[in-house]
Structure formats: C-alpha cells, structure tokens
C-alpha cells in the first residue's frame, strides 16, 4: 500500500478552541471506517466532522479537553510508563473493530493527544483507503516517545530503547512491560486482588500490518488498572527548572531553597522601579554605610541574569534580562518566573503535588497554592514569539482577566496581564 501525504493544519481561535484540518480526494475516502466513527467514536481518536469542499472531503478534528503528549514530558514510575504505552499500542491493534486500519493514523508524535482525566492517548486518525503512515512512521513515533517520556527505573528504560532501537515489536514490547511490572509488584502487599497486570498481545507484528496493508481484527481486551503509588513528602518552597533538563537532586534542592529564600525574606531596603548597574548599586550601599552603621554588615544586592531584585513592602520586582512573567497580586507568590527557553521548546507551569513527590513540571508554585492545577499551562516558542496554552486547568488561565479555552495557543504581549486561576496569582508578561 502506498501512503499518501497528508498535510494537516492547526488552527486556534480565542472563542471556540483549537482544532486541526486535513483534506483528502473524495475517491480515497474509506466509506466503512467514516461510516462506523460516525455511529460510534472511539476514544483513542479525536473526534471530528467533515464536509465537502472543491471534489474533497475536509475533516476537521476538535482537540477539546486533550493537550498535546509532550506538554506532559517528564519522569514516570515504571506503572505509569507501561500504562502510557499500552494506551500507544492498544489503538492500533483494536482499530479493525471499527473497519479502521493502523496505515490511516498520524503515526506522529507531534499528533499525540492526551487526556490528563482518563490517562489516554489519541490519534488523529484519517479514513483514508490510501493510508498516511507506515510501519517506518510509526517507529519514529516511538522513539520520540521515548524521549518525551523517560521513567524512574534505569533498568526498565533501557530495555525499552533496546527494543525500539534494535527492531520495535509491538509483541514482544508489550511482553517485556509486563514481566518487568510484575518481577516490580510481586509482593502482596504492593499488589492488591484488584488489579490486574497488562495481557499480552497475540503474537502477530504490526510491521507486517503497515508495510503490506492487511486487515486487522484482533479480539483482544487486555486491560490495565495500575495503582499510582504515591510519595508523601513535603514541598519546601517554590521549584523552577529549565524545560526538558535533569539535574540532580541536590542541585534541585538548593535552586529550591535559593528561590524560597527570595521570596520569603524582607528587605528594610525599598528602591525605585528601573534599571541600576552594579556601580550604582554599589555607591548607594557605600552612602548608606556611612550614614548608617548598621548597613555594614547587610549583603549587597546585586542584579544579575538569575536574580531579582525585590521590595517587598512596594510589591515591585526588577525581572531579570530575559522574557517572563512579573507578579502583580495580591497574595504572596513569587515575584517572577523567568521563560528561558529556546524557539521549538516548551516550559510548562504547574504546583508541586505531595502525592507524586517530585518535580513535574519546569516551574511550580507551592503546594498551597490550590487555584493552580498540578499541570496547569505552558509557554511555548515558535516563530511567531511566546504562546500560552492552558491544560484544560481546573480553575482556568486568563489573559487581561479574559478565560481562554483549553488547549488554544494564545500569543503573549508585552504587558498583558495573565492569571493562573482566580486567587491572586496574576503576572504581567514581559518581553525582555
């Protein structure tokens, strides 16, 4: 079967959301696979309508509530990675339930969808008798995945690259997850009756399914009930990390306790908004000194790339040189958030969870901070500048005090107020 190149298009309005548009001849349409989706919509695909336009059929697919899968990159536990690849896998090998053949899926990473709720992937899928993809698209899919997402168990993790560097089978894939999650959960006291391991898949290739075009109809219902372990620990302060970096854990916790410090400390000292060299800086501190033998022993502050200067008692910050976010609210937050990342990067906001235990994701708010969601938006960068994007969040991410819709970039100006839920944590964006 040959693929056929299938471009599609993300459009984002500020009203109605963010959807993605594709077009394909209306001789190529797959009739029996667009009939069953329209009487019944799997959840591993995003819902779509389509109409025809010019000789074509024009789909258009409504992201909804689901946020891209790399917006949620991070470190999993050895459960969870298992789980997120089984919902990876399981849609290609059930899609003949649905006349649906794994060929007409967007075997693209950066089409990957996730539902934070339910803990799924979606595919946009085009019914198409020509298909889109190959078994060559999907093993790219995988390794980027595989990048996208990393997991606790270094043993596990290797295994998982051998199998996809080497020669990427579904089978066996699967196979290997669960013996290594049930050598991981074999004592009773992990392992409840409750739960069940992932069941294999039956020894047939998806590579023989994408490179000859083959129907697929496997009458399998392997299942997963995979109980998110959780770490109590406390959240000492706020926690900024640059996007998509590891660090270890002492170096977390000092920049941890370096930010905490800054904005819990009071300073007796107020300065005015604006810009001040070092030598400046250090004159005033030098008059001061005189005029005040107190002043001796006090630390001069000086402004560098990672530091602000603060005055508590005005509620002013001095940002760094860089985009970010500068604290206007009321309640006591942090007075910036810096947005040092590259064009392509992201660098997502969220509060830290105490049932998780760790970081996940590049800046986090404390855990009190209830109005912020565990995963709440992110900033990316394109050629276009900064975009927000919130992650169908609780309470909402607003921009001068308007709610936009979840999973709809839109563009950040210099000077617009943005609010991350509706109990005070409210910044203004600057440029530089």
């Known amino acids: 079967m040959s693929a056929m190149t299938c471009e599609i298009q993300r459009k984002s309005d500020f009203l109605t959301g963010s959807y993605l548009i594709t077009r394909i001849h209306e001789t190529e349409v797959d009739q029996y696979a667009l009939n069953t989706i329209q009487a019944d919509c799997p959840d591993f695909i995003l ?42 896998l399981k849609p290609l090998l059930d899609c003949g339930d649905w006349f649906m053949h794994p060929c007409s899926f967007v075997l693209c990473a950066d089409y990957l969808y996730y539902d934070k709720n339910k803990k799924t992937v979606s595919y946009v899928y085009v019914p198409s008798i020509m298909g889109c993809s190959g078994y060559d698209a999907f093993h790219e899919m995988a390794v980027a995945v595989s990048k996208i997402m990393t997991v606790s168990d270094a043993v596990l993790e290797n295994k998982v690259l051998r199998s996809i560097l080497k020669d990427f089978n579904p089978t066996e894939f699967i196979k290997m997850l669960k013996e290594h999650v049930s050598e991981g959960v074999a004592s009773p006291t992990i392992l409840s ?4 391991l992932i069941e294999p898949i039956p020894e047939e290739s998806l590579r023989s399914v994408l490179d000859t075009g083959d129907d697929i109809a496997i009458d399998i219902e392997p299942s997963i009930k995979l109980e998110q372990s959780k770490k109590e620990r ?12 590891k660090r270890s854990k002492q170096s977390q916790q000092d920049e941890s306790d370096k930010v ?53 008692t005005q509620n ?48 986090e708010f404390d855990k009190k901070t209830k109005a912020v969601s565990r ?58």
């Open 316 to 363: 002013t910050t001095i940002l760094p040189i860089g985009p970010g976010l500068r604290y206007v609210g009321r309640a006591h937050l942090p007075p910036s958030i810096q947005i040092a990342i590259a064009e392509g990067e992201i660098f997502t906001i969220g509060r830290f969870d105490i049932s998780v235990g760790k970081q996940q994701s590049s800046f």
């Open 375 to 432: 995963r709440h938006a992110v900033i990316e960068r394109d050629f276009d500048g900064y975009k927000i994007v919130d992650l169908a969040s609780s309470a909402g991410t607003f921009i001068n005090d308007q709610k936009i819709p979840p999973n709809t970039p839109c563009g950040l100006e210099t000077g617009c107020r943005v609010s991350f839920g509706n109990s005070g944590a409210d910044y203004v964006w600057e440029a530089s």
């Open 260 to 312: 905490s410090k800054k904005a819990d400390s009071k300073t007796e000292r107020t300065k005015k908004i604006g810009q001040k060299n070092e030598a400046e800086l250090s004159a005033e501190h030098d008059k001061k000194a005189v005029s005040d033998p107190n002043q001796q022993n006090q630390p001069l502050q000086v402004l560098s790339n990672q530091e602000e200067i603060i005055d508590i």
């Open 47 to 88: 819902p779509f309508s389509y109409k025809r336009v010019d000789e074509h059929i024009e789909f258009v697919y409504r992201v909804g509530t689901r946020s891209k899968l790399h917006y949620f990159s991070g470190e999993l536990t050895p459960k969870e990675y298992a789980e997120l690849w089984h919902s990876l």
């Open 234 to 245: 406390d959240a000492g302060g706020y926690r900024i990390f640059s996007s998509r970096s």
């Open 193 to 196: 009756d409750q739960r069940q």
